[in-house]
């Protein structure tokens, strides 16, 4: 495995670089972490798809869609996710390698500068993002959000998140809500990228084939002209137990129902035992050979998904199913009892060790998808140490039967959310 | 003995071995030393259209259930002595399998026992095991899934856009079809189709990644049953050039309207050639990209917005078609407005400058999809069946000129074979 060299740019901006020349591309990033707020969830997550529409030199976004076309149908691609309570706002390039460059240009180069320059130069009036291109980011924004209410499954378990953290940071929507983003002033706007620039935390990394230096020295050169005495520090709080459960039914016209139920683990980044609930999670419901893809599709033939996953930096997990309304208190029943049959200790050897060979597979396959490597990196930033891909799962294999049964009985079922057809009921 | 056959590309640095195996089946082996994982397809030229069909050494033509392509693929999975997930589990391998319009693959990634996942692969797709229990479990499951469809308007939206398009090609139907069409498969369905359509003549197996080509072909020699050279007779109704109906609706649960535009364009049993589907690439990539006159001119009206708006090349056996989407406040008005550059660019010819950028970013993107060892498997797998070979491919990219994209241009595009699906919300 070729290694990652890290280095500091300056306060609070770390530089990771992977060089791998396995790789026909190259893919860097810039990361803003910030504490997501009601406040500035949206204006921030506003900024990120600003900035990657354009920059000084390339003033709109079809003379920036004309370079990247030009540099072999490069992209520039904006993003925003959360990380347990911390709003994440990323900012990424991506092309070929320079070997494949037709008339010997130096894309690495060019992404390099072009993402500098999208986040340090924007084409500022008077200080002010422009006032068409500023109310055009508004109504996209505002139509992504409005987007994720056509996919059920996403749906679905967005509110039971919603609901399951509505006193918690993590509640927050990660683009905002439409209402805050209606409310945007262009002044504030300015206001949040020197917020970002000069207080978030930040990381980079360069991954593929190109060499990281000279991008390291854009970088370098362009952070020497701001000032960052004072970083904002991030951090997720978890609560540890469900006190009571959450029961929301709501009702819309779709033709399967959905249910998504979420339990607490008392497990999340930096805590050592996250490897023991990965490996529950997996045994739980993350292959096709765990209990609620053996039971409630193959045996009870309830539904064609049934899965659960492990958010490792909130310490939730959640199980999604879609099921006709009259079985979604069976599925319920039968995914609770799944779980019951794993806090008791029922489950052998073989069970463990699919869930372990799995994971095992999929850790080494991070490092042939840079995207993958790059999502790896950025999920560990609030670690204590971090791991290569292989080192966690080495971690995994080492986990005993005793540690997921801790795990198991660790976890409390905090939500039940249950999306269903109108005018059915639910036995 | 094998006929084999290396396959290099200067313009990549790569190289592959085609081997016609003396069982009938066709092999390709792509050597990526450097990667962890490896991947591999075995597929047969089978798919959701194939439900009329005769066999050299028969004389009935035989009909069959819409659906019956994608329950046989749910079904193989199960053998006599347990089903393939729970082989795979002792090998750590991610293991799945999907049916499109045009072929069915059953697919696994790993990165450690190779050999052995490769050996579960080849044995369960050639061990079919049908009773009338385990095809009637499969009901519930399939019932699930097809219900979550339903629900999904992108899915809806695209299946009312092929029924307005075609007359009477069976790529209208549903890929799983139907809760009825289902209820009339039988074992005896299934084993008629599996024998007709699962012949290794018919089918074609790549491997991609860190492996051993002697080990593969020894492995093949292995496991592979010699089939009979049959020929098969896909039996389509004659469809007509023109459309059934310019326009269908639908209501369902979204946020917003969503909309598919398609151009139809005439098709017969021989596929469009490597350098037409290129061309068709490029000219999209003019007409439409995200650097275009055209994207500028919808985004700017509000028309559309840069995270939905979409287009394809949507090519298959006896149907073709250019395929527009998104979200839209006024999916008539796009329509519209795509006609009307159409139009002008016909009238002024396309400029210079923009087909050597298009060219430049669909040959940089095509590069970049060499990273992945499923990208490669699944394009080899897609352009056996279609009768091209992959690096070819690549050089028409890079060999397109105006003249080609101008002819496309003239003979793609017909206002009068076009149709547009509209998915508005609830009322």
Avoid at chain 2, 245 to 255: I, M
Wanted: aromatic share 10%; net charge negative.
């Amino acid at each position: 495995m070729i290694g990652i060299e890290q280095r500091s740019v300056c306060n609070g901006v770390n530089f990771r670089s992977v060089k791998d020349t396995k790789f026909k591309t190259v893919r860097m990033s810039v990361s803003f972490l910030m504490p997501i707020k009601k406040e500035t969830a949206a204006v921030n997550a506003l900024l990120t798809f600003m900035l990657s529409r354009a920059c000084k030199q390339y003033p709109n976004f079809t003379k920036l869609g004309e370079r990247l076309a030009e540099l072999y149908g490069a992209n520039i691609d904006a993003d925003v996710q959360k990380l347990g309570d911390v709003q994440l706002l990323h900012l990424s390039a991506t092309g070929i390698a320079d070997r494949y460059a037709l008339n010997g240009e130096s894309i690495s180069t060019e992404l390099s500068k072009l993402l500098c320059s999208i986040i340090f130069e924007p084409p500022l009036e008077k200080g002010l993002f422009p006032l068409d291109s500023f109310e055009q980011e508004k109504r996209q924004t505002i139509e992504l959000i409005k987007s994720e209410y056509n996919d059920k499954r996403i749906y679905a378990r967005q509110r039971c998140e919603e609901i399951m953290c509505s006193k918690e940071p993590y509640g927050i929507n990660r683009f905002g809500s439409i209402e805050d983003i209606k409310n945007i002033q262009r002044e504030e706007l300015t206001q949040a990228w020197h917020n970002l620039l000069e207080k978030s935390r930040i990381e980079i990394l360069v991954l593929g084939d190109c060499h990281p230096d000279p991008i390291f020295e854009d970088f370098y050169n362009a952070f020497k002209l701001i000032n960052r005495t004072s970083i904002t520090p991030c951090n997720t709080t978890n609560i540890l137990k469900a006190e009571k459960v959450n029961d929301v039914t709501e009702k819309m016209e779709v033709a399967q129902s959905k249910l998504v139920m979420g339990f607490r683990t008392q497990t999340a980044i930096p805590d050592e035992n996250v490897e023991s609930v990965i490996l529950l999670s997996a045994i739980f419901g993350g292959t096709p050979n765990s209990k609620l893809f053996l039971n409630v599709r193959e045996k009870l033939s309830l539904c064609y998904y049934c899965s659960s996953a492990y958010d490792i930096m909130k310490g939730i997990m959640l199980v999604q199913s879609g099921v006709e309304t009259k079985n979604v208190e069976k599925a319920k029943d039968e995914i609770l009892l799944q779980l019951n049959e794993i806090k008791k200790g029922n489950f052998d050897d073989n069970e463990i060790n699919a869930a372990k060979l799995s994971l095992s597979n999929g850790y080494h396959s991070i490092t042939d998808s840079l995207a993958v490597l790059e999502a790896w990196y950025l999920a560990q930033t609030f670690s204590n140490q971090v791991k290569r891909p292989e080192e966690a799962a080495a971690i995994i294999n080492s986990i005993t039967r005793d540690k997921v049964i801790d795990a198991a009985n660790r976890v409390t079922l905090d939500t039940i959310y249950r999306l269903v057809g109108s005018g059915e009921d639910v036995k | 003995m094998n006929i084999i056959k290396e396959i290099k590309s200067e313009r990549l640095g790569d190289h592959y071995y085609e081997v016609k195996h003396p069982s009938g089946l066709k092999i390709f082996i792509y050597p990526k030393e450097n990667n962890n994982s490896t991947y591999a397809i075995f597929g047969t030229k089978y798919g959701s259209i194939d439900n009329c069909f005769k066999t050299s050494d028969e004389d009935q033509v035989k009909e069959v259930p819409a659906g019956i392509a994608h329950y046989l693929e749910h079904k193989l999975f199960e053998s006599e002595d347990g089903d393939a997930f729970a082989r795979y589990a002792k090998t750590g391998a991610s293991a799945n399998a999907y049916t499109s319009f045009d072929k069915t693959c059953y697919l696994f990634s790993c990165t450690d026992n190779v050999y052995e996942s490769l050996e579960i692969l080849l044995d369960f797709v050639q061990s079919p095991y049908f009773t009338e229990q385990t095809v009637k479990k499969e009901q519930g499951i399939i019932g699930q899934e097809i219900r979550m469809y339903d629900d999904d308007p992108q899915w809806r939206v695209m299946f009312n856009l092929l029924g307005a398009l075609y007359h009477n090609h069976p790529v209208k139907l549903d890929i799983a079809g139907t809760v009825e069409s289902i209820a009339k498969i039988t074992p005896d369905l299934l084993y008629k189709c599996y024998n007709t359509f699962y012949n290794l003549n018919n089918m074609v197996l790549c491997v991609v990644g860190n492996v051993d080509y002697n080990k593969v072909l020894e492995l093949c020699d292995k496991m592979l049953k010699p089939s009979k050279p049959v020929k098969i007779d896909r039996i389509f109704e004659k469809e007509p050039d023109d459309v059934v109906k310019p326009r269908v609706e639908q209501k369902l649960s979204v946020a917003s309207p969503i909309f598919e535009l398609g151009f139809k364009e005439h098709a017969d049993e021989n596929r469009k050639t490597a350098n037409q589907i290129a061309q068709t690439e490029i000219l999209l990539e003019v007409l439409a990209s995200e650097s275009s006159p055209l994207f500028k001119r919808l985004l700017d009206a509000g028309l559309i917005n840069q995270s939905s708006f979409s287009y394809e090349y949507f090519e298959g056996p006896g149907y073709s078609s250019i395929i527009f989407s998104g979200e839209s406040k006024d999916p008539d008005t796009v329509a519209k407005e795509i006609n009307k550059e159409v139009a002008d660019l016909r009238k002024k010819g396309i400029n210079s400058a923009a087909f050597e950028r298009a060219k430049k970013a669909v040959y940089g993107r095509m590069i970049s999809s060499f990273n992945s060892v499923d990208n490669i498997a699944n394009m080899m797998a897609a352009l056996t069946f279609t009768g091209h070979e992959l690096f070819n491919y690549v050089d028409a990219i890079a060999e397109a000129d105006i003249n080609s994209i101008n002819a496309r241009l003239n003979s793609q595009f017909k206002e009068d074979c076009s149709a547009l699906s509209v998915v508005l919300p609830l009322d």
